[in-house]
């Protein structure tokens, strides 16, 4: 070899060819290549570098033979033999480019000699080789390219169209090796990004499925499938191969051939192209499921390693998860798990972290075990493999079912060891978040303190992601009380709000959540109101729905605790949940109406949420159509009712439509709302408007437990307002409420009762309250131990009772019987009515009848000497009705009168009244007059009436006292017990008639004995009578006038006392009065007064121009018993001699006496008269003013009226007329003999003698003699001197016969 080296060195070209072919034959033998070293490689290199195409040919082949080792090319490359052959490939000899591409194809195995190359542009004189007509040229040319595409740091040079489209003609050709190269280095160029697209749109997929269905070249399917492999790896060309049949391809290829890297080609393609979620429901549905199945099983790893992958893809999807799933999918993952590659393993673990997305793949892991070798990855696995593995186990701690399988292989353990490593924190925190939703392991969870510190720790980290693990997990933790305090004292509350800021509105989500659950403990909602109600409200006003709703739901936990409401109010949260109250979706709508309803237990926020149109919002919430909302809204409309007295219509009609809800919660919270509403509202008409009554009546007849108190009670607040009473009784309430009381509860009754005593309240109820036997009801219900019931029962029987038609039947039904029973309650109210209902019914005449008949009266005496105010005065009020019936006073006679005498002395005015009241009434019956007389009333009343000073009082005392003096023997009594002083205070009362009644009582007692009128006197009664004589009223001046009339009647000593106290004047002035009555009572008194024998005071009316007076009412007055009292008076004035004459003096005093003979008028008037004209006759000196007045033609008729007063006062007057001899004649003319002759003939007649003195005086003038004899009269005397007469008038009687004869 040393002399072919020095030869190879000449410059002759032939040595050269030569040497070089020596080279190439002695290269040849595989046993020489080791000689090939040192200056041999230089002499070729040497040999390459003369440019002569023989000699580098040979050289060439030399190389070709000895590069078969990559030390060796390495040493060519270093010497520079690259670039000579880049010039061979210039030849246009076929055998210099065969082996320039020859020792080119072994060279560029090697990195060093392809930079070379590139650095040389070869690839510019390898394209044209590629295309050339030699299959050699163009297969060796290929095999350079195929070593050269592997170079991926020089991939802009193979950027070229020419390059791509040559290589492709390759593929296609009919030389299989040329077609295996080209092949293979599109595969490599389809690897390189920049090229890629290039080798796609070149080639075309059409070409390249058509190459991969080649059954004549199984490396050619296996590397064109490789090419698709590479392109599949671009989404664009993923998209291609799927709609261009590259499945249907794939189909075939793995169909017709059993070869394993055509296997493993197809698996790598279809790996990639189930990267695109598109191809998953593709692949599933065609028979490649089955090809990757059975690849699964393998024996070839790689095979396994593919298909695991594409079973990944497959599924990650959920709609084809299940079909990777299926058919050993998920066995064969499982079945790697515990193979022994590592990365076979991770493939696995990854494959069954995206099948273990399905709940029930979870549980068939955990059936399978494998459960078991993932916690052994997680636990014992390099990094990666226990990152894949708790990628898995985070999955699988989503099924609560296969817990207490994770549970027994100590999976927390696990867990917190990855928690404490970097790199697998997020997962093993996302597998403990999942973990607490099991009640077995958040227990364990919270009592580790670490773990929870780890979250609180985690919440804190910058990354999003990280933050809604953690939080997650302190949410599902915090849903267990007692790890709330827990999460708490590690500062969970400063750590959320810290983070609420977050951008992420993920956290801000989860953040809300766990606030949500952490405000479920009691303890610590007040601190959350402090630290994070701003936060709460910033999670209300969030667009994100489930932040909203955990705002508001974390807001009405709180609100739960009155406690933190004046903060919430400082914070003015009830606006902020208002707007929420409109949301569109419901669920936020519940948390909102929850929170309003836990915020409305303060009466506080009732105006605030008024202020804001909350009404109008929550009756919005109908349109929800949600039972919770509903619920919640009947619960708001009920502690609203408190503070509202009304609601608009729709209002109403919602709360109507929550009582018809199906739960019974919120039909109780409506019914309370409408409880509340009808007892506060003032204006009821909108309740009857919409029914509500009715609705009320059938919610009762359904006897629903609670609602139909409530019911009841929204029955008893509307039978306040009168429009009750519109079709009342079609209504059926009276009915359904009488029915409900025989099982009703005690609430019930008593809202029963409520409703009858509001009823009672309207007179058109009434009636037929009573006709529905209400009363019986009434009764029932007063069995009740229940102060409001008995006092409700009291009440309507009160005022069924003020109906007087009403009482009777009352009575009937037994109302009485059950106010005895009420009568005794403890309840101060109820006995105030059943006092009044007791009133009522003694005020009815039939009641008292009836009470008289089943001798009742004992009830009324029982509540008399009751501790009870109010039954001390119906018992007085009532006693006072009794007594104005004839029935009730005498019922009252028997017992009733001790009672009512004690109450007379009562403490209470009232009693007194009404007692003294019942007094006077009795005391106007004279069957009770006595009785009360017996049992002391006369003291008892005088006692009374001077230590009252009440008006009404004093009247019925008086009044009383009146009626008292009207009987003898009790006016004893009242005058020894000086009644007459107390009546002579009363008398001066400012009431008028106090006044009256005393100045009755006074009349009366004054018609009593001699004795009692002076005593009467002595106790001072006439200083009072002089005063309320002169008292400007009509009544008390009769009574006084004729109390004075009495007095001075058969008592001188009381006459001159009643004169010298000026009565006199008093008198006389009354009897100028146009009232009659006091003007006859005045002359009464007058003429009382002149009847004393003592002239003083005759004399004293005179000298106070009585006869002026007389005469003024002589010719005024119409009336005879005026008239017949001032003649009467003028009689008596007359038997005074010097009065006598004054009155004749007075010339018009005797024609009125004429003149009142001659009328029509009584018998006592003609009487009077007849009197003075008798007194007149006494004195001659008047005889011619008698004559002038034409008295004696009055005289003659007195003589004949069939009175024998008149008779005997005519006759009297006769007679001593008759004595006038001028009068005799004129007598005897005017009829006078007649008369006397009359009298003269009876014979038990007292005008006799003077009837005889007069026929006498007449006989004395003979011209009477015949008119005597023709009238009879000398018959009358002859009888009358028989002896038939007196002895006197015997004798008269002869006179007058003697006389005439």
């Known amino acids: 070899l040393h002399l072919l ?21 002695i290269s040849s ?44 090319s390495a040493r060519i490359g270093n010497l520079g033999g690259i670039y000579p052959l880049v010039l061979l490939l210039k030849s246009s000899d076929v055998r210099c480019q065969r082996n320039a591409c020859h020792a080119l194809s072994r060279l560029t195995t090697i990195e060093e000699n392809k930079l070379s190359l590139f650095l040389h542009h070869g690839i510019d004189h390898l394209i044209p080789l590629c295309a050339s007509e030699h299959d050699g040229v163009s297969v060796l040319a290929a095999m350079v390219f195929c070593n050269l595409s592997t170079c991926s740091s020089h991939e802009h040079e193979f950027v070229r169209e020419d390059l791509i489209r040559v290589l492709g003609h390759i593929a296609s050709g009919h030389c299989p090796a040329s077609s295996n190269y080209a ?83 197809i698996l790598l393609t279809l790996y990639n192209i189930s990267a695109c979620g598109e191809s998953h429901a593709m692949i599933a549905q065609s028979s490649l499921m089955q090809f990757v199945g059975v690849a699964c099983q393998s024996r070839d790893l790689l095979c396994q390693r593919c298909a695991l992958m594409i079973l990944s893809n497959i599924a990650s999807s959920d709609e084809t998860r299940d079909v990777a799933t299926r058919g050993g999918g998920l066995q064969a993952a499982i079945i790697a798990l515990k193979g022994c590659d590592t990365r076979l393993k991770r493939f696995g673990l990854v494959c069954l972290a995206n099948m273990s997305n399905d709940t029930q793949t979870q549980s068939q892991i955990v059936v399978h075990g494998g459960h078991r070798s993932i916690i052994t990855l997680s636990r014992e696995g390099d ?113 959320l709000t810290k983070m609420f800021n977050s951008k992420h509105e993920g956290v801000r989500r989860e953040i809300a959540s766990c606030l949500c659950a952490l405000s479920l403990s009691l303890r610590l909602r007040f601190n959350m109101a402090q630290i994070a109600t701003s936060m709460l409200m910033e999670s209300v006003k969030s667009n994100d729905s489930a932040t909203v709703r955990c705002g508001l739901g974390a807001i009405a936990n709180v609100a739960e605790d009155s406690g933190t409401h004046p903060i ?38 009732h105006a605030n949420f008024l202020r804001y149109d909350g009404l109008e919002s929550l009756i919005q919430l109908q349109t929800a159509s949600c039972e919770d909302c509903d619920c919640l809204a009947a619960l708001s409309f ?14 109403l009609r919602y709360v109507l439509t929550l009582i018809k809800s199906k739960e019974t919660i919120a039909r109780k919270y409506a019914a309370t709302a409408l409880r509340n509403l009808s007892a506060s509202s ?188 109010d039954y001390q005065r119906t018992a007085a009020a009532s006693f006072s009705s009794m007594s104005q019936t004839e029935e009730g006073r005498l019922m009252m006679k028997k017992d009733g009168i001790n009672a009512v005498l004690r109450l007379c002395s009562h403490a209470d005015l009232h009693v007194r009244r009404n007692a003294v009241c019942a007094v006077a009434n009795l005391a106007a019956s004279p069957e009770t007059r006595h009785k009360i007389a017996m049992e002391g009333g006369v003291e008892v009343i005088r006692f009374a009436s001077a230590a009252n000073s009440d008006v009404d009082f004093l009247r019925d005392a008086t009044r009383a006292m009146s009626s008292l003096a009207v009987d003898t023997a009790i006016r004893e009594v009242m005058v020894s017990q000086e009644i007459p002083k107390s009546l002579s205070k009363l008398a001066k009362s400012a009431d008028s008639e106090t006044q009256r009644f005393a100045s009755l009582a006074l009349c009366n007692l004054c018609v009593g004995t001699q004795t009692q009128k002076e005593s009467i006197v002595k106790q001072g009664v006439l200083r009072v009578l002089l005063f309320i004589l002169r008292y400007p009223d009509l009544e008390v001046e009769r009574r006084a006038s004729l109390a004075i009339a009495a007095l001075s009647l058969g008592s001188n000593q009381n006459r001159l006392q009643i004169v ?97 003979l001659g009328a029509a008028g009584s018998i006592e008037t003609k009487r009077s008269a007849a009197y003075f004209l008798a007194l007149l006759s006494e004195y001659q000196e008047c005889h011619r003013r008698l004559q002038e007045a034409n008295a004696l033609e009055s005289a003659v008729a007195l003589i004949s009226l069939v009175d024998e007063e008149c008779q005997y006062y005519g006759a009297f007057a006769l007679a001593l007329l008759a004595k006038n001899k001028s009068f005799q004649v004129p007598l005897a003319k005017m009829g006078g003999v007649r008369p006397l002759v009359s009298i003269m003939a009876s014979k038990h007649s007292d005008a006799r003698h003077w009837a005889a003195l007069a026929l006498l005086k007449l006989a004395d003038n003979f011209n009477n003699h015949i008119t005597i004899a023709e009238e009879g009269g000398i018959s009358a005397l002859l009888a009358i001197g028989n002896g038939e007469g007196g002895v006197t008038v015997a004798n008269l009687a002869k006179r007058a016969f003697d006389d005439v004869k």
């Open 5 to 25: 080296i020095s030869i190879s060195k000449h410059d002759c070209v032939i040595v050269k060819q030569n040497s070089a072919r020596a080279f190439a034959l």
């Open 183 to 265: 092949i293979m280095s599109l595969c490599n160029l389809a690897s390189m990004c920049r090229v890629r697209d290039h080798v796609a749109a070149e080639v075309g997929l059409t070409g390249l499925f058509g190459l991969m269905k080649e059954e004549a070249n199984v490396e050619c399917r296996v590397y064109t499938t490789m090419l698709v492999c590479n392109l599949s790896s671009v989404e664009k060309h993923r998209s291609a191969i799927l709609t261009g049949g590259g499945l249907r391809c794939l189909e075939s290829v793995a169909a017709s051939v059993d070869d394993i890297n055509l296997h493993r080609a």
């Open 638 to 651: 009920s502690k609203l009712s408190f503070s509202i007295s009304s609601l608009s219509d729709d209002g």
């Open 383 to 495: 990094m990666e493999t226990r990152e894949c593995a708790l990628l898995c186990l985070s999955n699988l701690c989503a099924n609560e079912t296969i817990y207490s399988s994770l549970i027994d292989q100590e999976v927390l353990n696990v867990l917190e060891r990855a928690c404490k490593e970097d790199n697998q924190r997020i997962t093993a925190l996302f597998a403990l978040a999942n973990l607490t939703s099991s009640d077995e392991l958040i227990h364990d969870i919270g009592a580790d303190e670490g773990m929870v510190v780890s979250l609180v720790e985690l919440a804190k980290s910058s990354d999003a992601h990280e933050q809604c693990l953690a939080i997650s997990a302190l949410r599902r933790l915090a849903s267990i009380a007692k790890n709330r305090e827990v999460l708490f004292h590690q500062g969970i509350l400063f750590t």
């Open 29 to 72: 033998a595989p046993s020489n290549h080791d000689n090939f070293v040192g200056s041999v490689l230089d002499a070729l290199i040497g040999l390459l570098q003369c440019q002569e195409e023989e000699t580098c040919k040979n050289t060439a082949a030399a190389i070709v033979n000895i590069a078969t080792s990559n030390e060796i």
């Open 1060 to 1156: 010298g106290c000026g009565f006199v004047r008093s008198l006389l002035e009354a009897t100028s009065y146009p009232d009659l009555k006091l003007r006859q009572f005045a002359l009464l008194a007058l003429n009382g007064l002149v009847l004393s024998t003592e002239p003083t005071t005759k004399h004293h009316i005179v000298a106070e121009n009585g006869l002026s007076s007389l005469l003024s009412v002589l010719k005024s007055c119409k009336d005879d018993e005026s008239t017949h009292a001032c003649i009467y008076l003028l009689g008596s004035l007359a038997e005074d001699i010097e009065i006598l004459k004054a009155i004749v003096d007075m010339d018009s005093f005797l024609p009125f006496v004429v003149q009142k």
């Open 568 to 605: 919430l109010i400082s914070a003015n949260v009830m606006e902020t949940v208002l707007h929420r109250l409109n949301h569109a979706e419901t669920a936020i709508k519940r948390e909102a109406i929850r929170a309003v309803s836990n915020l409305l237990s303060s009466t506080e926020l």
């Open 682 to 869: 003032e204006e009821k008409d909108a309740f009857f408007k919409l029914g509500i009554p009715g609705l009320m009546t059938e919610v009762l007849s359904d006897k629903e437990k609670d609602l139909d108190v409530l019911a009841a009670a929204a029955l008893s607040s509307l039978s306040c307002s009168s429009r009750i009473t519109d079709r009342f009784l079609d209504s059926g309430i009276l009915h359904t409420v009488i029915r409900s009381i025989s099982n009703a509860t005690v609430e019930l009754k008593s809202q029963i009762a409520a409703i009858f005593a509001n009823l009672s309240e309207h007179l058109e109820c009434r009636p037929i309250m009573i006709s529905h036997a209400v009363v019986k009801a009434i009764d029932a219900l007063s069995a009740v131990d229940h102060g409001d019931t008995l006092q409700d029962c009291a009440r309507a029987l009160a005022n069924l009772s003020s109906a007087e038609k009403a009482q009777h039947a009352i009575y009937r039904q037994g109302g009485f019987k059950t106010l005895d029973t009420l009568s005794h309650s403890d309840c101060e109210t109820c006995k105030r009515y059943v006092a009044i209902a007791l009133q009522f019914m003694a005020s009815s005449v039939e009641v008292q009848r009836s009470f008289f008949a089943d001798d009742a009266l004992s009830l009324y005496l029982d509540v008399s000497t009751s501790a009870s105010l």
